[in-house]
C-alpha cells in the first residue's frame, strides 16, 4: 500500500541557519524560500523554515514545511497545495522527491548533515505482524468472496484474524485494511462490509477490556 514519505534531517552539530541558507541558495527554477509562510509561523511561537514549489515542471505548485523534531532533527512536515484541495500521495511524494534531490541533497554535501527519506510502500506484516497478517491472508484468499462471513469455517478465520490484531494492541486503519483486502481481489462492497465489522469487533473487544 502507498504511503505519504517522510523526510528528516540530522544536523549533527551543523548550523540549522547555515544549512538553510544553503538550501536557500538552492532554489532555482521552480523552488524558493516562502517568507511570508515564515512570518505567520513565528506569530505561532513555532520555529520552521518553508519552500515553495510552482508549475511548470510537471508537480503541483504547493508549499513546504520544514519543523523542528528535537535538537538534532528537522523533517518535512507537511506539504500544502497552493491551487487544489489536495495532493494525492504520488503528487506529495513527487515533490518531496524533488525538494530532495534538488535542494537538500547538494546543499548537505561537505557537510556532516545526515539525511532519511521513508519508502513510499507499507506492509501490513510491520504493522500488525507475520502471525495477524498471515491470519488476514488465509481468510483473504479461502473465503467466499460473496458470502463474505456467512459461513462458520469462513467467520472463524476473519474472527481469529481481529482477536490477533487486538490482542498486540494496533491501532490498524480501516484504510490501510480496506486497501490491502481490494489487492486480494475482494469487491469495494465486500470490502466495505468487513471493514465495519472489524471496527466493531475491535471496538468491543477493547470496551471488554476497558479501554
Not at 491472508?137 to 459461513?151: D, E, I, L
Request: a negative charge.
Amino acid at each position: 500500500m502507498k504511503k505519504f514519505r517522510d523526510l528528516y534531517i540530522y544536523l549533527n552539530s551543523y548550523d540549522i541557519d547555515q544549512l538553510i541558507k544553503y538550501l536557500t541558495d538552492n532554489c532555482t527554477n521552480n523552488w524558493s524560500r516562502a517568507y511570508e509562510r515564515e512570518k505567520n509561523a513565528v506569530l505561532l511561537e513555532e520555529k520552521t523554515y518553508c519552500f515553495e514549489h510552482t508549475t511548470g515542471d510537471g508537480l503541483e505548485a504547493a508549499g513546504l514545511i520544514l519543523f523542528q523534531k528535537d535538537h538534532n532533527t528537522w523533517f518535512v512536515s507537511n506539504i500544502v497545495p497552493a491551487e487544489k484541495g489536495q495532493l494525492s500521495v504520488d503528487e506529495y511524494n513527487q515533490i518531496l522527491v524533488d525538494f530532495f534531490e534538488k535542494i537538500v541533497q547538494p546543499a548537505i554535501k561537505n557537510t556532516p548533515v545526515t539525511t532519511e527519506i521513508t519508502t513510499d510502500q507499507e506492509f501490513i506484516e510491520n504493522l500488525i505482524g507475520n502471525d495477524a497478517a498471515a491470519l488476514l491472508n488465509q481468510f483473504a484468499v479461502y473465503a467466499n468472496k460473496f458470502t463474505v462471513t456467512s459461513h462458520p469455517v469462513d467467520r472463524k478465520k476473519w474472527f481469529d484474524f481481529i482477536l490477533s490484531v487486538n490482542s498486540k494492541g494496533v491501532k490498524l486503519d480501516p484504510n490501510f485494511l480496506s486497501m490491502s483486502l481490494i489487492e486480494k481481489g475482494w469487491s469495494k462492497e465486500a470490502v466495505d462490509k468487513l471493514v465495519t465489522e472489524y471496527e466493531f469487533a475491535d471496538a468491543l473487544l477493547n470496551y471488554t477490556k476497558g479501554q
